[in-house]
């Protein structure tokens, strides 16, 4: 079994930071790319930012210059460090791992079960 943990949410006013945190746990041999998505009441669930085992990321352009993706690969862990928040950045926070839990499986995707952020103006 594998499970993925956010935490980190929380209310911030605008301007503000927050560093949301996402840990797997279970039987994982190896993950490849990590990422966070967000969904605001109302709107379809999109792609924040993502980043391969590498270290390698891209952002969504919304968030570019304000957000920083990394990760612990020892500790199966990703980050997501939100500066310069906005209102519109309201949403729940989900990330998402492909992760291969041993030599011979496939990767299969994974989420975490979501985190709220709310920036007040």
């Known amino acids: 079994q594998v499970q993925l943990v956010e935490s980190g949410g929380g209310l911030v006013q605008a301007e503000g930071s927050l560093r949301l945190s996402c840990a797997a746990s279970g039987s994982i041999f190896s993950i490849s790319a990590m990422a966070w998505y967000r969904q605001a009441p109302g709107k379809q669930r999109e792609l924040v930012g993502t980043?391969?085992?590498?270290?390698?990321?891209n952002y969504a352009d919304s968030v570019k210059g304000r957000f920083t993706i990394s990760r612990d690969n020892a500790k199966n862990t990703v980050f997501l460090q939100m500066n310069s928040l906005k209102p519109e950045d309201t949403a729940v926070y989900y990330c998402?791992?492909?992760?291969?839990?041993?030599?011979?499986?496939?990767?299969?995707?994974?989420w975490g079960q979501g985190t709220q952020v709310t920036v007040s103006s």
């Open positions: 998402n791992a492909f992760i291969r839990r041993t030599v011979s499986t496939r990767e299969i995707s994974y």
């Open positions: 980043v391969t085992s590498g270290g390698s990321t």
